[in-house]
């Protein structure tokens, strides 16, 4: 690990490192200048020369890097990347809650959670530290871009653990609404439960029928909506897209979902139409003081494409 970052949050995100080779694991003949390595190491990914001209590299007592610099073993050196402009996505972060230890938000569709990607300026991670001045606010859990709701993030690295691992341990109880269409042949509630597995470079989730189940969600049947309805869901596992895997294996897949049952070409600034999934409540005994707790999302079903913070 390294040691403390000399330079602060930049846009809500800590500067990124590199360090050089240990003595004895570096070529026989070394770089000739700390400006030789850096190139080689990061030239793919960044403007060394006009980083080191810009004094956007430094050693970790805060002093610039300088290309002629003697090169030297076990040495850090942090930097800034540039960040690609993105679109603003439009919708209001809500803080429903915030202590010492826990902030709950309730997300818009379209913002991710955590800043990867295409999505980093919007993100709420980069949005809310600078905005709550919480330099290490982080998500203590997982939730879709494309999903507006509920999502409960550690203030500070130190509560993280506590927190984290009562999602390890399932005893987060978490209520998520859909607006789906109607089957009047459905027989609800239904449990599914079923094998599903993610592969690197897929959008979709896979069902695996040979396999013990991994996923298990109940689903309810909550108001009728002309053709449509909302449904109440209740994931008792956590794998990626299972509620909307769960309903669309029952033929009734959520509204506007871009990815299921085939995967849409929606352009990456297009908000109108959100994924018509909510996480709607969440309740846990906290770990550290032993209270209750219980949040509800301001949102409602359906979902519409919401306006820049703002306007009129």
């Given at each position: 690990m390294p040691p403390p970052s000399p330079l602060p949050q930049r846009h809500g995100l800590d500067a990124a490192w590199v360090c050089t080779p240990e003595r004895g694991s570096a070529p026989a003949h070394p770089w000739p200048s700390m400006g030789a390595w850096l190139n080689e190491r990061l030239s793919e990914f960044v403007d060394v020369t006009g980083f080191l001209a810009g004094e956007r590299f430094a050693y970790h007592s805060g002093t610039?890097?300088?290309?002629?610099?003697?090169?030297?073993?076990?040495?850090?050196?942090?930097?800034?990347?540039?960040?690609?402009?993105?679109?603003?996505?439009?919708?209001?972060?809500?803080?429903?809650?915030?202590?010492?230890?826990?902030?709950?938000?309730?997300?818009p569709a379209f913002l991710s959670s955590i800043p990867r990607g295409r999505h980093v300026l919007q993100s709420v991670v980069v949005r809310l530290r600078a905005e709550l001045g919480l330099p290490e606010l982080s998500p203590l859990h997982r939730l879709d871009r494309v999903t507006s709701g509920l999502l409960i993030l550690a203030t500070e690295r130190r509560w993280r653990g506590a927190y984290q691992s009562m999602f390890q341990r399932g005893e987060v109880g978490k209520t998520y609404r859909a607006l789906a269409p109607l089957r009047p042949d459905l027989d609800l509630p239904v449990t599914v439960r079923n094998h599903l597995t993610t592969r690197r470079g897929q959008w979709q989730a896979e069902l695996v029928a040979d396999l013990p189940p991994?996923?298990?969600?109940?689903?309810?049947?909550?108001?009728?909506?002309?053709?449509?309805?909302?449904?109440?869901?209740?994931?008792?596992?956590?794998?990626?897209?299972?509620?909307?895997?769960?309903?669309?294996?029952?033929?009734?897949?959520i509204i506007d979902d871009p990815v299921y049952p085939v995967v849409q070409d929606v352009e990456i600034d297009d908000f109108t139409r959100p994924l018509q999934l909510l996480a709607s409540e969440v309740r846990f005994t906290d770990p550290v003081d032993g209270q209750l707790r219980e949040f509800e999302s301001v949102r409602t079903l359906p979902l519409h494409g919401e306006p820049p913070v703002g306007s009129a």
């Amino acid at each position: 690990m390294p040691p403390p970052s000399p330079l602060p949050q930049r846009h809500g995100l800590d500067a990124a490192w590199v360090c050089t080779p240990e003595r004895g694991s570096a070529p026989a003949h070394p770089w000739p200048s700390m400006g030789a390595w850096l190139n080689e190491r990061l030239s793919e990914f960044v403007d060394v020369t006009g980083f080191l001209a810009g004094e956007r590299f430094a050693y970790h007592s805060g002093t610039p890097v300088v290309d002629g610099d003697p090169y030297a073993p076990h040495t850090f050196v942090w930097f800034h990347r540039d960040l690609a402009d993105e679109a603003f996505v439009p919708g209001i972060v809500h803080i429903v809650h915030q202590d010492a230890r826990i902030v709950v938000i309730d997300k818009p569709a379209f913002l991710s959670s955590i800043p990867r990607g295409r999505h980093v300026l919007q993100s709420v991670v980069v949005r809310l530290r600078a905005e709550l001045g919480l330099p290490e606010l982080s998500p203590l859990h997982r939730l879709d871009r494309v999903t507006s709701g509920l999502l409960i993030l550690a203030t500070e690295r130190r509560w993280r653990g506590a927190y984290q691992s009562m999602f390890q341990r399932g005893e987060v109880g978490k209520t998520y609404r859909a607006l789906a269409p109607l089957r009047p042949d459905l027989d609800l509630p239904v449990t599914v439960r079923n094998h599903l597995t993610t592969r690197r470079g897929q959008w979709q989730a896979e069902l695996v029928a040979d396999l013990p189940p991994n996923a298990e969600s109940l689903i309810e049947l909550e108001t009728v909506v002309e053709d449509a309805a909302v449904y109440r869901l209740t994931p008792r596992t956590g794998r990626t897209h299972q509620l909307r895997m769960h309903m669309l294996g029952l033929g009734i897949p959520i509204i506007d979902d871009p990815v299921y049952p085939v995967v849409q070409d929606v352009e990456i600034d297009d908000f109108t139409r959100p994924l018509q999934l909510l996480a709607s409540e969440v309740r846990f005994t906290d770990p550290v003081d032993g209270q209750l707790r219980e949040f509800e999302s301001v949102r409602t079903l359906p979902l519409h494409g919401e306006p820049p913070v703002g306007s009129a």
